[in-house]
């Protein structure tokens, strides 16, 4: 069994579904399911059952799991090692981070690193998903939690205020029931910020749910109802009006990560460089409070 064959059973096993996998391997479905029997053909033995709506281990794909698991930590530790060797100010940079900053903030910043190098290719991702550093689904990641690997390389590179808006000349009802709240959807329920227009309207409706920050903001000026946005980007908006300006902004804090074994890669160190500038030139913007 080669190490395509373990990508491709991994793959399968964690998402169900041969598209899941194609779309997590970046391949074709039909290359996937092609691989997966060879495999098995190869092996002599059936590691995934197809049920009705999903793949589903056999004992003896549950037997080799841990083992392929283990395989997977070591050939992209591997790869790690021999990417982060490489000293050309050149080649690709995968760079993940929150939809919030991934427009505004970092898109200038990486039209100036572009400007000064320009054979460095950054892949911008907006995703509310945390991508895996260790996985190489990324290289840096700019995101608003804390990382838990003690792989990744993390520190605090800014913080991002968040008010309260609603479209311009909207009236607060008098009955809290009526007010309706443009919030997330159950996956990121967690989130301060949906607790704090939660706390703050405990009896509103729910009048629209996106975990799209650009669209909360496009929600609030349409009239859909109340949301907590980031000022930086609510306070330009001529159709948006902060209410209840009493209350003390929720601050959120902007982490930046790398795994250990990228941080001193050449090319990645630039746009971690630029990102860093840009952030403080934006400190004041994104953080009106910051001293």
């Known amino acids: 069994m080669n190490w395509d064959d373990l990508r491709v059973f991994l793959a399968v096993a964690r998402q169900g579904t041969l598209s899941g996998a194609a779309r997590a391997l970046g391949l074709t479905q039909p290359t996937v399911g092609r691989r997966l029997t060879a495999m098995e053909e190869t092996s002599g033995a059936r590691l995934l059952q197809k049920t009705p709506g999903r793949y589903v281990l056999t004992p003896v794909g549950e037997a080799i799991l841990g083992n392929a698991e283990r395989a997977e930590a070591e050939m992209l530790a591997a790869e790690r090692t021999i990417s982060g060797k490489d000293v050309r100010l050149e080649g690709e940079v995968r760079l993940t981070t929150v939809d919030t900053l991934a427009a505004r903030i970092v898109t200038p910043a990486l ?101 799209s920050r650009e669209v909360q903001v496009w929600a609030a000026k349409s009239g859909v109802g109340v949301g907590a946005l980031a000022r930086y980007r609510a306070d330009s908006e001529p159709d948006l009006v902060r209410i209840r300006p009493e209350m003390p902004d929720l601050v959120r804090d902007i982490w930046l990560g790398v795994h250990g074994d990228m941080q001193q890669m050449p090319r990645v160190r630039a746009v971690i460089d630029e990102l860093l500038r840009t952030l403080r030139e934006h400190a004041k913007h994104l953080n009106p409070n910051s001293g």
């Open 111 to 211: 039209a100036r690193l572009q400007a000064r190098h320009p054979d460095i290719l950054v892949e911008l991702v907006p995703d509310t998903r945390s991508l895996s550093l260790s996985k190489r689904e990324a290289d840096i990641a700019l995101r608003m939690a804390r990382f838990e690997s003690h792989e990744i390389i993390a520190r605090k590179v800014g913080q991002m205020a968040l008010a309260l808006y609603a479209s311009k000349g909207w009236d607060e009802p008098e009955g809290a029931e009526d007010v309706g709240i443009i919030t997330v959807l159950d996956d990121q329920a967690h989130l301060p910020e949906a607790k704090w227009l939660r706390e703050a309207y405990p009896k509103a409706k729910l009048a629209f749910r996106t975990n």
